[in-house]
């Protein structure tokens, strides 16, 4: 049977198939469209199970806040190819995952997958994407924060992205510098406070450790551990790092020097390159 290029058409906007892919399910559906749409699914799936094996190392790390900056959410869509990650439609569409994640603000990752694009289950839609793109496609993060002022920062190609919470309203700029400062120092805490028991305890171990190798007196080793403590922390702690654009202040002076009362409360990192 003929089949008209506006019915491929149809079926390519309602699915993102290729156009062959779309002729060629139209004319197995006999010209019904939801039969199409359902071959074009099925197919999906099948390319789906027959790639889950693969590994999906690249994608894209995307993070964005609400309009009265209350709060956060950042997900991970991954892909098989560096290709696929930069390609629009792929970006386009971890974008509508973002969109509905900071809209409905989910428990976790699972409770994502569950909500509702275009009808369907975004689980549905992500594995339907498989089929279209041939790779093996995985929303494999999800993370969410809530403040009295959230900012957002996506590093340039979508690997790496930041989520910052402040205890008050802060200018467009300076809250940029710090989800920034976030992104490309990699700190493990916000302040001393937040860091890990275990860590201290293991970076303690380090110094000391450090220091005995050294051949310092064994009395001296405590003190000498907790001074390369401190060390660690302001390398390692993001309001006591010394602030990427201004190495004669910290974070934490910087945002100071606005408002002595402002502060980070939440901080959100991710990226592919870990």
């Known amino acids: 049977m003929s089949i008209k290029a506006a019915d491929v058409a149809k079926l390519r906007k309602a699915t993102g198939a290729g156009m062959m892919d779309c002729k060629n399910a139209l004319t197995e559906a006999e010209g019904d469209f939801d ?14 199970n027959k790639r889950a094996d693969r590994e999906a190392t690249e994608g894209v790390v995307l993070a964005k806040v609400s309009e009265d900056k209350k709060k956060g959410a950042m ?19 971890a974008t509508k995952i973002l969109d509905i994640a900071l809209e409905n603000m989910p428990a976790d990752l699972e409770a994502l997958k569950a909500l509702d694009l275009e009808g369907r289950k975004i689980e ?56 920034m400062q976030a992104a490309a120092m ?4 916000i302040d001393k406070d937040n860091v890990d028991a275990d860590v201290i305890a293991k970076e303690l171990e380090i110094g000391k450790e450090k220091a005995r190798l050294e051949g310092k ?47 980070v409360v939440a901080m959100k990192r991710f990226t592919l390159n870990a």
Do not use: W
């Open 124 to 179: 549905e839609h992500v594995t339907e994407q498989t089929g279209v793109i041939g790779e093996k496609i995985d929303l494999s993060f999800f993370d969410k924060m809530e403040s009295e002022y959230s900012v957002a920062y996506i590093h340039a190609g979508n690997k790496l992205s930041t989520l910052i919470g402040f205890n008050k309203s802060v200018e467009e700029q300076m809250g940029r510098d710090v989800a």
């Open 186 to 189: 990699a700190p493990i805490a």
């Open 217 to 263: 007196p064994e009395a001296m080793l405590d003190k000498i551990a907790q001074g390369r403590l401190g060390k660690f922390f302001k390398e390692t702690t993001l309001l006591n790092q010394d602030f990427v654009k201004d190495g004669k202040q910290s974070v934490k002076q910087y945002l100071s020097s606005s408002d002595k009362d402002l502060t």
């Open 75 to 93: 997900i991970t869509l991954n892909c098989e190819t560096d290709f696929v990650a930069k390609n629009d439609n792929f970006v386009a569409f």
């Open 35 to 48: 039969a199409a749409v359902s071959i074009i699914r099925k197919k999906g799936m099948a390319i789906a």
